[in-house]
Nanobody, 114 residues
Framework: QVQLVESGGGLVQAGGSLRLSCAAS????????MGWYRQAPGKQRELVAR???????YYADSVKGRFTISRTSAWNMVYLQMNSLKPEDTAVYYC????????WGQGTQVTVSS
């Protein structure tokens, strides 16, 4: 199994930046792709970025051009660089495997003030 721990969230003003980190441990040799998800109050969890074993990436339209996902070659760390943050980016951010998520971590809270 893979265990995931997210960190790096915080309170930032609109236009600011944050870098989220996801530490993966356990059976990381089995990872082929990972994603960053977010869940805002009262909304469903959504995928905002994905990175594959070939380092190809996907971004939701809402974050394209502002967020960048990256990883270490061993998959032990996955990052999400978030620039030009907007109040609508406020959410709890989670990382998880793709295409089949494993147990969800506690996430990291990102709050963007206007």
């Amino acid at each position: 199994q893979v265990q995931l721990v997210e960190s790096g969230g915080g309170l930032v003003q609109a236009g600011g930046s944050l870098r989220l980190s996801c530490a993966a441990s356990g059976s990381i040799y089995s990872i082929n792709a990972m994603g960053w998800y977010r869940q805002a109050p009262g909304k469903q969890r959504e995928l905002v970025a994905r990175i594959s074993s070939g380092s190809s990436t996907y971004y939701a339209d809402s974050v394209k051009g502002r967020f960048t996902i990256s990883r270490t070659s061993a998959w032990n760390m996955v990052y999400l660089q978030m620039n030009s943050l907007k109040p609508e980016d406020t959410a709890v951010y989670y990382c998880n495997l793709l295409p089949r998520p494993v147990g969800w971590g506690q996430g990291t809270q990102v709050t963007v003030s206007s």
